[in-house]
């Protein structure tokens, strides 16, 4: 065993890395408004406790902030989305708790522009493949790949149909969240998430989980026998 004392700690660092938290914070905000090229040392200086300078020394470029700024989201993203469902059982319940789960994300304004991946991926999807982009494009994979292991499990517990297609099924559940993103922020309908939810929960009795339970019940019923 040691007996060296520990190392003080370097002061500058933890500043550093409380300054970096600070304008990342306010930059996936204002990116799921106003887009990953709107971003500028400056505008970011005016509104977080950093002046540029200092920006442009924790990030190098703006392609060196707008990639701290997607893996950035995605923390967020599994913050609010992923992790509260895991405390459900693997399969159905947690694939729905996960739908849940993004429905709130995404009508909570965890980003104020809606979910930060649709807003990223309008924005750069007919773009040259480049560093940016590819951040973006796998996040997004990543997300789908994550969702077909829910549905896959689903299918191993019985809980959905042998045969269900998983990755059709991930295509519908991907499509009902996003039209639901998109018609709250764009169109202020306020119906919207409930339509998803609606949605979703059609997708899945029609790939085998059971007709609906109690009336009124917003998820999909236990397993067929």
Request: contains cysteine; aromatic residues 6%.
């Amino acid at each position: 065993m040691s007996t060296s004392a520990p190392a003080p700690t370097d002061g500058r660092r933890l500043r550093g890395d409380r300054s970096r938290r600070a304008v990342l914070d306010r930059a996936v905000h204002a990116a799921s408004v106003d887009g990953l090229d709107g971003l500028t040392f400056g505008s970011l200086a005016a509104v977080v406790p950093v002046n540029k300078s200092g920006i442009a020394g924790l990030f190098g470029s703006k392609e060196g902030l707008q990639l701290a700024v997607v893996a950035h989201a995605r923390e967020v993203f599994r913050s609010a989305v992923v992790l509260p469902a895991l405390d459900e059982e693997p399969g159905l319940a947690r694939l729905w708790r996960t739908v849940l789960a993004w429905l709130d994300y995404s009508r909570d304004r965890i980003f104020e522009g809606g979910c930060f991946f649709r807003s990223a991926a309008t924005e750069l999807d007919a773009r040259t493949p480049g560093p940016v982009r590819d951040a973006v494009v796998a996040a997004l994979r990543d997300w789908d790949v994550y969702l077909v292991r829910l549905v896959r499990e689903s299918v191993e517990r019985r809980e959905l149909a042998e045969g269900a297609d998983a990755e059709q099924l991930v295509f519908s559940i991907d499509a009902a969240l996003d039209r639901a993103d998109l018609a709250s922020v764009l169109l202020a309908d306020p119906a919207a998430y409930d339509r998803a939810r609606r949605a979703v929960r059609g997708a899945l009795v029609a790939a085998g989980a059971s007709a609906p339970g109690p009336e009124g019940s917003s998820a999909p019923g236990p397993p067929r026998p």
